[in-house]
């Protein structure tokens, strides 16, 4: 493969309808930025030229005063409104089949009522210091999740093949051709149509598509599934089946058409819903009544609800809410944790039940020697030095493991190796016979042993077709995976699950971390199930999904929150997901807790103060007492505390 094709091979992202889409996601934000600060620049350029008085009496200025000119005055402001306006129109569109009276109505209202009042200036700041908190928020979030895209496993639209000359290029995975197309999986590499093994050895790694740890070997005639990924030797693979027609393609789009009508609101959204109706309400009633009564000088009182109407528009608010959220999703991003939304980071704190994959999420998904059992007269000792000679040479990850084991074995040697596939390893030593392998091994060497089946993944040892014992793994727990959980309890959950592929025994050691419940042996669907009938049974709880596999996706689409967790994740588990922790550290979960809840009672207390000072001022509007410039200048005031509160209360 030639260095261009290289780069393809690397760049072309599959996201099944735009392999470009994410290039997009970049720019448009940037080009939003852009027309903000141009929007808040034209609107501070046209202040200082409306209402400065320097320029009025400048002979110079004086020719193209705004006041002189109401075309070029009202061209500024056509223009301003409209940079600052188009995307809160498309936004209050598409929320308001939730929820009409949203911010951006507010804002769209507060503002068209200024222009209307001839209170110009102090509307298009309004909308313009909005906007540019909106864009500041969007550039956060997609620039934390640009580090997702460097740091995961990608499914990529491109496979390489072999040519009938024998030669390898690359080709597009929807021109792949069933019983035709060979397709070369080099190590470290996914698959990503299914198909069947005619050519190489090698062990793929399922776990991502089962929830089973323990690797599989897989050789010529043996059939492979989509989304596994391959470990250590080269195979050749026959196409079994078309690009759109394979697991991992479907299963994409399983995920694409799931559907989530609970995903939860952000707090300005929250705000918005009580305070516009009531805002707007009084707003309405300062007309209305003064109607009813049969004023003489209704337009008097029209003036003033449109007043009342600017001065209610809580600029410090929408201008720090954002701001606080910029900092805190630019802090977590540092720590490799990238939120897609800012209604996760709202609500995390308020979740109750945690649903968490185990392979990969509570394990390491890397196998250790949990014990061993000895058959009558063998020594624990003996037996783990004969298995650990006849491991060496071996690829299997669990002899690696045995391979590795510090016991004494200077006085035996292996003179012949043999590694069956599918059974373990036959080893010619100067003792004797070694037999190292699954039970039907045993069995194939007509092995005496009493017993067969165990409850945990086992590699059996034999000696000259005597039966020594078998030595037991178990995957290993996370470290400080007990005071994680200790923790999310503090933190206010209620009930922890387990929902596993893993078909073995869940360990002692997990059962006693404290979970409410722990289910075994199920497919994707059956955990996206568990998860949808939780939320049934429990409308108001929010719950989180924290998984690492390609087996999680569903389910997390079915979850209020869900967090997909791990150093090597799929294109598919993160986007599946609406937090992604790029880290094997499970503490990080616990960080963002800390982070939501320090969050939360940031934009609380900033609200708190924004709208206690607001209230104070539309209660003097109301009987007259309080200029609009006053207003104006006590908003900006508030602003500004409340953006200093933002950028140096602590977060974690």
């Excluded at 141009?38 to 020719?63: D, I, P």
């Excluded at 929820?99 to 001839?118: C, D, K």
Aim: with cysteine; charged share 20%; proline share 2%.
């Amino acid at each position: 493969m030639n260095h261009r094709e290289a780069e393809e091979f690397e760049c072309d992202v599959c996201n099944i309808e735009h392999h470009n889409e994410h290039h997009k996601e970049v720019s448009i934000p940037k080009l939003e930025l852009f027309n903000s600060l141009s929007a808040l620049a034209l609107t501070l350029l046209y202040g200082v030229f409306h209402n400065t008085e320097v320029f009025h009496n400048t002979e110079v200025f004086h020719n193209i005063s705004i006041h002189s000119n109401p075309l070029l005055d009202y061209s500024i402001i056509f223009l301003i409104f409209t940079l600052t306006s188009w995307k809160l129109i498309i936004n209050w569109f598409r929320e308001s089949k939730f929820n009409i009276f949203n911010e951006n109505f507010l804002i769209l209202i507060a503002t068209i009522g200024g222009i209307v009042i001839h209170e110009t200036f102090e509307a298009l700041l309004l909308i313009s210091l909005f906007r540019l908190g909106e864009s500041i928020q969007n550039i956060a979030l997609i620039k934390s999740q640009e580090r997702i895209r460097s740091r995961i496993f990608d499914i990529y639209t491109k496979v390489r093949v072999k040519s009938n000359e024998g030669e390898e290029k690359l080709i597009d995975a929807h021109d792949v051709k069933v019983n035709d197309t060979i397709i070369i999986i080099k190590p470290g590499e996914r698959i990503i149509i299914d198909g069947e093994v005619v050519e190489g050895e090698s062990y793929i790694d399922t776990s991502q598509i089962t929830g089973e740890p323990l690797p599989v070997q897989v050789k010529k005639g043996d059939k492979v599934t989509s989304g596994s990924v391959n470990i250590d030797g080269t195979l050749e693979i026959k196409a079994l089946e078309t690009f759109e027609n394979s697991y991992i393609y479907k299963l994409i789009e399983t995920i694409e058409s799931t559907k989530n009508n609970s995903k939860t609101e952000r707090f300005i959204s929250q705000i918005s819903k009580y305070y516009t109706p009531i805002v707007i309400g009084t707003s309405l009633l300062i007309v209305i009544i003064p109607a009813i009564a049969g004023t003489q000088n209704l337009n008097n009182w029209i003036y003033k609800a449109l007043i009342f109407l600017v001065i209610a528009c809580p600029c410090a608010i929408v201008i720090s809410v954002p701001l606080a959220y910029f900092r805190a999703i630019g802090e977590l991003s540092k720590e490799g944790i990238v939120f897609k939304d800012t209604a996760s980071l709202d609500n995390i704190s308020k979740a109750k039940t945690i649903f968490f994959d185990k392979t990969g999420t509570l394990t390491e998904g890397k196998f250790q020697i949990s014990h061993s059992y000895t058959s009558q007269g063998t020594d624990n000792e003996t037996m783990l030095s004969i298995a650990n000679v006849a491991s060496k040479g071996s690829n299997h990850p669990l002899s690696k493991v045995i391979s590795s084991l510090s016991v004494r074995n200077d006085n035996i040697k292996v003179n012949k190796h043999l590694e069956l596939p599918g059974y373990g390893v036959v080893a010619i030593s100067n003792i004797g016979k070694i037999i190292i392998g699954n039970d039907k091994l045993l069995h194939k060497e007509n092995i005496p042993h009493d017993i067969c089946n165990t409850n945990s993944t086992v590699v059996h040892v034999a000696l000259d077709n005597k039966y020594l014992g078998y030595i037991s793994f178990e995957d290993k727990i996370r470290e400080n995976i007990k005071e994680a959980i200790i923790n999310l309890k503090n933190q206010g959950i209620e009930e922890i699950f387990i929902l596993t592929g893993d078909t073995k025994e869940i360990s002692e050691e997990v059962k006693n971390l404290g979970f409410t419940k722990i289910f075994t042996n199920l497919s994707p669907d059956e955990k996206a199930k568990i998860v949808e009938e939780y939320k049934k049974e429990n409308p108001r709880k929010i719950s989180i999904f924290i998984g690492d596999g390609i087996n999680d996706a569903i389910a997390m689409k079915k979850a209020d929150i869900s967090i997909s967790f791990g150093k090597e994740l799929s294109y598919i588990t993160t986007s599946a997901s609406d937090v992604v922790i790029i880290n094997d550290n499970i503490s990080k979960i616990i960080d963002i807790f800390h982070y939501s809840r320090n969050v939360k009672k940031l934009v609380i207390t900033n609200s708190l103060i924004a709208l206690s000072i607001k209230i104070s001022v539309m209660a003097l509007g109301l009987l007259g007492i309080m200029a609009l410039w006053i207003a104006v200048l006590s908003d900006v005031g508030t602003a500004l505390l409340t953006i200093l509160i933002s950028l140096t209360k602590k977060l974690k």
